[in-house]
């Protein structure tokens, strides 16, 4: 989100929305007006018709309406609110253990009240225990809703009813202002009319609408959104395509002693799976056309290895090479690895991160523009307007997922020459389902190491209640006793660096106490860069046993001494970012890695799945298409989490059947309406940028 979309029709030019509601409103992925209008039900309810109590069942929900015969307050273990309520049919009561004086009075003798919810057997026939309610007079008549009542996800702070009132309000605010109305000029869109009045349709569809349907993403006017938003993905990544075919990549057809120098210097050998990427790789390069590969492989596969082995062959052919990393601990391992592997090659590596000194930097811009630095490896400071290379030839992208599409975009403009594209490799531990990379990617070539190195022996993953705690830090002293290493990793639902910190430093404290005999050691995104490296240092060559951090250490840190991993509260993260933590363990040949989930009760059944499958695969592969799957209603937070894409309504694995109409769709938009393209790109993508961490 940037600031100027930040800004224009900013939610808080709604009535009733201050900067407590935005908190909670950004926290459900609402930034402006148009969000909100974007954000949907997960389920409806009917409440169109009121049921006369006697024919009312207990299978589904039902609206009733009677008159209140009585209502008393008793004690039974606890206090209880009890109302009877006879429409003529028959007799319900209405039980509340949490209620307010002030409600016991409004539920008067003689007054009417209308209440929806499940009924259930109890002591004095059918029941009804905490429904919504609503007391009018006899002499009232309101009305039964018309149309099916929407429930959105939402989020602690913002209420039900609140964020309905917000979402009319935007959908509202979207007519006035003449949002999401651009339509296309062939598309007979005329069912639902255009964006906006499908989204309209689908915050408040008429009673006669087949709910089943909705339930299960199938209705029509959703099924015209999924495409569309998949539509707009495509295009976006088509518009990278086609920027890219203009252009001639940087033919790298030399060979030098590098290669050879470099594998001889190796401890290991490639594994074939390396090889063969390595191989698909080197061909692109050899080509006269940009090369757009993605390298995917598992956690611990080695990707790393085939990086450098693609930045050698441009030194080769004297061409630079730029590796982007998401965070700040990534780059610096990659500078360590790098620089270990090609100091004595000759090879001139640099490092730029957020934290690089201002005179440092001015040199490094120097040396990097006269050709003097060969590869130089950083994060988003990369992106920064003064840093340009002489003759870029490669990028290498390190865990794409977090990183845009418009900032791959802006590292073809730092070749040098305009005509001409460096090559890009693109490397990611989560797999992403085929289906998905055509989303995403379009026609990008794909690559896959389905090895690890040999001797790897997979982390063994088991979960344990909180209550076990004890237990679990007592594994924690036995393992660091023999000289081994080991996370602790603190998870927090919020996305502040500060409260983790906090909660980081608190954990911290709490272990530090009951193990007064390991050494351990705190790691946060609040730390000063210096102190990061020298904690991470010390836990690498074992002046630290055991390392409280939050979640920085997610990607990039390698201590293969570390066999034991525990995750607190894991329920809060999602799968892959699970995958991704526990594969800081297990990267040592011939011994066993485990890893705990420490996990407070009770859980949702999603959480529960979620850690069942934790438990039971390794595969990447298997646990991204799970993650897709489970994201499922109301589960915000899961989506954001899961960092593959930001998608609003589309799921790329139950909306597979729309890929291929979305995809020619997508070709024809972007041969003959471009105009349309643009703004369904804007629409659905607009200045989006997935991650930053500078
Ligand atoms: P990832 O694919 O997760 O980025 P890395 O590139 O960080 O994995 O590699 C993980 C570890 O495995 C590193 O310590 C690396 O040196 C080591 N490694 C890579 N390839 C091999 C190999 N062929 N044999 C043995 N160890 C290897
Ligand atoms: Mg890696």
């Not at 780059?331 to 360590?336: D, G, K, L």
């Not at 002489?390 to 977090?402: F, M, S, V, W, Y």
Request: with cysteine; proline share 4%.
């Amino acid at each position: 989100m940037t600031e100027e979309s930040k800004d224009l029709h900013s939610i808080q030019e709604l009535k009733g929305v201050g900067p407590k509601s935005t908190t909670s409103l950004n926290n459900l992925g609402i930034f402006n007006i148009p969000d909100a209008a974007f954000h949907l039900p997960f389920r409806y309810e009917d409440r169109s018709f009121i049921t006369p109590i006697s024919s009312a069942n207990y299978q589904t929900p039902v609206l009733i309406e009677g008159e209140i015969m009585k209502s008393t307050v008793v004690f039974r273990g606890r206090r209880m609110l009890f109302s009877e309520i006879y429409d003529g049919t028959g007799k319900l009561t209405m039980r509340m253990f949490n209620f307010a004086m002030a409600q016991h009075k409004a539920l008067e003798k003689g007054k009417m009240i209308r209440c929806y919810g499940n009924i259930t057997p109890g002591p004095n026939g059918k029941q009804m225990i905490h429904p919504q309610y609503q007391v009018f007079g006899k002499e009232d008549s309101i009305e039964v809703e018309k149309n099916l009542t929407p429930i959105y996800p939402t989020t602690s702070g913002m209420q039900q009813n609140k964020l309905k009132k917000i979402i009319e309000d935007a959908l509202i605010y979207c007519d006035e202002n003449n949002l999401l109305k651009e339509e296309s000029e062939n598309k007979d869109y005329s069912e639902f009319g255009n964006l906006l009045e499908t989204l309209k349709f689908l915050h408040k569809p008429p009673v006669e609408t087949n709910l089943y349907e909705l339930i299960e993403g199938k209705h029509p006017a959703q099924q015209k959104l999924i495409k569309e938003e998949l539509v707009a993905h495509m295009l976006c990544a088509g518009i990278l395509k086609n920027e890219l075919e203009g252009r001639k990549g940087p033919s790298m057809v030399k060979n030098s002693s590098y290669e050879k120098d470099f594998f001889d210097s190796l401890p290991f050998n490639l594994t074939n799976s390396q090889r063969k990427v390595w191989d698909e790789i080197r061909d692109d390069m050899l080509a006269m056309v940009p090369m757009r590969r993605l390298l995917q492989g598992d956690v611990g596969s080695g990707k790393t290895i085939v990086g450098a082995l693609a930045s050698l062959h441009a030194k080769s052919n004297d061409w630079q090479t730029a590796m982007l990393c998401p965070t700040e601990i990534l780059a610096e391992q990659h500078f360590t690895s790098f620089s270990d592997w090609f100091e004595s090659l000759g090879i001139k590596v640099s490092l730029l991160t957020g934290s690089t000194k201002a005179k440092d930097k001015a040199l490094l811009i120097r040396e990097l523009a006269e050709g003097n630095i060969d590869i130089l490896i950083g994060t988003h400071a990369i992106f920064q307007q003064g840093i340009k290379f002489k003759n870029l030839g490669l990028t290498i992208i390190d865990e794409q997922h977090r990183f845009g599409v418009h900032q791959r975009f802006s590292m073809l403009e730092k070749g040098g020459e305009t005509n001409q594209s460096p090559h890009q490799l693109i490397m990611t531990a989560t797999p992403i389902p085929r289906t998905l990379a055509m989303t995403v990617y379009g026609s990008l070539e794909t690559s896959i190491i389905d090895e690890l190195p040999p001797g790897r022996n997979p982390v063994q993953t088991s979960s344990r209640p909180d209550k076990l705690r004890e237990k679990v830090i007592k594994r924690v002293e036995e393992v660091c006793s023999t000289g081994k290493r080991a996370y602790w990793v603190c998870t927090l639902i919020e996305d502040s660096d500060e409260l983790e910190a906090q909660s980081a430093e608190e954990l911290y404290k709490e272990i530090s106490n009951s193990l007064p005999k390991v050494k351990v050691g705190l790691v946060h995104g609040r730390l000063k860069k210096d102190q990061k490296d020298s904690v991470i240092e010390n836990f690498r060559n074992g002046d630290i046993q055991l390392l409280v951090c939050t979640t920085v250490i997610e990607v990039g840190v390698d201590v293969p001494e570390a066999t034991l991993m525990i995750i607190e509260n894991p329920e809060r993260l999602g799968l892959s970012q699970l995958h991704q933590l526990r594969g800081r363990v297990g990267r040592k040949a011939n011994t066993d890695s485990h890893c705990l989930l420490l996990y407070k009760e009770p859980l949702s059944g999603l959480a529960e799945e979620r850690i069942k499958t934790m438990e039971e695969t390794n595969d990447g592969f298997k646990i991204a298409e799970k993650d897709l799957e489970l994201r499922g209603a109301g589960d915000i937070y899961g989506i954001r989490q899961s960092g593959l894409m930001d998608l609003k309504i589309a799921n790329p694995i139950r909306d597979s059947n729309l890929l291929l109409v979305a995809q020619e769709e997508a070709i024809e938009l972007s041969r003959n309406e471009q105009g349309f393209a643009k703004t369904l790109v804007d629409r659905w993508i607009g200045n989006r940028v997935d991650y930053s961490d500078s």
